[in-house]
């Protein structure tokens, strides 16, 4: 057993350990259990996993996809070179987050890889990690130790079992669509990853960083520079709620004012940008969740004005009308009004997400937040009430209203 720490230039990283021990001719399997992978990550290795993999080597990934953690490139390569595996839990409140690197060999040569870092560069190569690895061949075979640990992890990875998705073209795809996997770029753009040495503006958070060491700059690190502090902590300090994760948790713990979620379900008209719904459902529904926003004796009904609590638009606002003509509320969100094109902030638009509007202290006026559509669940158990529209624009979107505590 070792126990090894990667934390300064003078220290072999992880990435070293399992490139050594990938092209040696020990193992016959490898089987890696990690939360996040990033490309750059899974590039210090790949060249050593095809070669083992070309001398008939069994390879296995088993990737988490929450918290954004994994991206669209990651998942490209690895769809394109190994078996791979999904893992998603639907509750809102639990993550994958192993970092589990196992390899089995013929003669029952068996390392096994527990500790703190992720397939990503960081996690391998420059942060301050932990691990311990543990090595066992034919003699340790039946000791109390190896059954233990093996009995743990053949548990564990039954457990999975159930909980994971092969990973396929059409799979990916469908990630990306509802927005749990993006890119590397967009990623970067999103939480301000950029690290450009300059000092924060926010004094407070200046005063603190100034209580810290920064990491030395040497010849072998990647920041091409002699002279700036580098903060890599600082990820978008100056916003708030970082709700374009879609995190059911996050928009609850922001919410102030009672607050009505809906299904978008379909396009409108096959706009991605543009959502409609019926006055009728809140009509018809009597005191139904739609009535927060409908008087079904008032025949003027009024527009209402939208503060985005979106990723990249959160000082922009829309204005969601009523059309008369149709007795339906249109919200629409046009290139040029945004001055982008909301699918590059929000991946396939508004189809099939859930918007939450929240009431503000300000006259017809509502923050409104959007998230994917697969958390229709979670939110109808937190609901004080909900219910299924059943109008001539869409039937069967689900809806309810919050009562935040």
């Known amino acids: 057993m070792e126990t090894y720490f990667q934390y300064n230039n003078n220290c072999d990283s992880l990435e ?49 996809v929450d918290l954004l953690g994994t991206t669209k490139e990651a998942l490209e390569i690895l769809h394109k070179n190994f078996e791979t595996y999904i893992i998603h839990v639907r509750k809102i409140n639990i993550v994958f987050h192993p970092k589990l690197y196992i390899m089995n060999g013929d003669s029952n040569n068996k390392l096994i890889v527990i500790g ?12 301050f990690e932990t691990s311990l690895i543990l090595k066992y061949d034919a003699t340790d075979i039946g000791t109390s130790n190896y059954n233990n640990v093996i009995n743990q992890i053949n548990n564990f990875e039954n457990y999975l079992s159930k909980y994971r998705q092969l990973l ?43 209580k810290f060491t920064s990491f030395p700059n040497t010849a072998n690190n990647n920041y091409n520079s002699e002279s700036k502090e580098i903060y890599p902590f600082l990820i978008n ?9 879609y995190e059911v948790k996050e928009v609850l713990h922001e919410l102030k004012g009672q607050s009505l979620w809906i299904q978008t379900l379909r396009a409108s008209g096959g706009c991605t ?17 739609l009535s927060f926003f409908f008087d079904p004796n008032n025949q003027n009904q009024k527009n209402y004005n ?8 959160e000082k922009q606002s829309t204005t969601m009308y009523y059309a008369k003509a149709r007795n339906m509320y249109r919200i629409s969100f046009s290139t040029k009004q945004l001055k982008v094109n909301l699918n590059r902030i929000l991946p396939g638009g508004l189809p ?22 697969s958390y229709v669940q979670d939110l109808k158990n937190i609901s004080t009430s909900s219910d299924t529209t059943n109008s001539r624009a869409v039937t069967g979107r689900e809806y309810g209203l919050i009562y935040p505590q």
């Open 116 to 127: 703190s870092s992720n397939l990503t560069y960081g996690g391998l190569s420059s942060n």
């Open 306 to 313: 939208l503060k985005l609590k979106l990723f990249g638009l």
């Open 168 to 210: 396929t073209q059409d799979l990916l795809d469908l990630m990306i669509n509802v927005g749990i996997v993006i890119s590397e770029h967009e990623k970067s753009k999103r939480f301000n990853l950029s690290i450009t040495g300059s000092k924060p503006q926010n004094t407070a958070l200046e005063s603190f960083c100034e």
């Open 16 to 64: 070293t350990q399992l490139k050594e021990e990938i092209n040696s001719n020990n193992y016959t399997e490898i089987s890696l259990y990690v939360a996040f992978s990033n490309s750059k990550g899974l590039k210090t290795i790949l060249d050593s996993l095809l070669k083992f993999k070309n001398r008939g080597g069994i390879v296995k990934f088993y990737c988490g």
């Open 273 to 289: 940008n543009i959502f409609d719904f019926s006055v009728e459902a809140g009509i018809n529904g009597g005191d139904s969740a």
């Open 352 to 373: 099939d997400k859930i918007l939450i509007f929240e009431k503000t202290e300000i006259a017809d006026t509502y923050n409104l937040y959007i998230m994917r559509d």
């Open 237 to 245: 300090v100056s916003r708030k709620k970082h709700t374009h994760k």
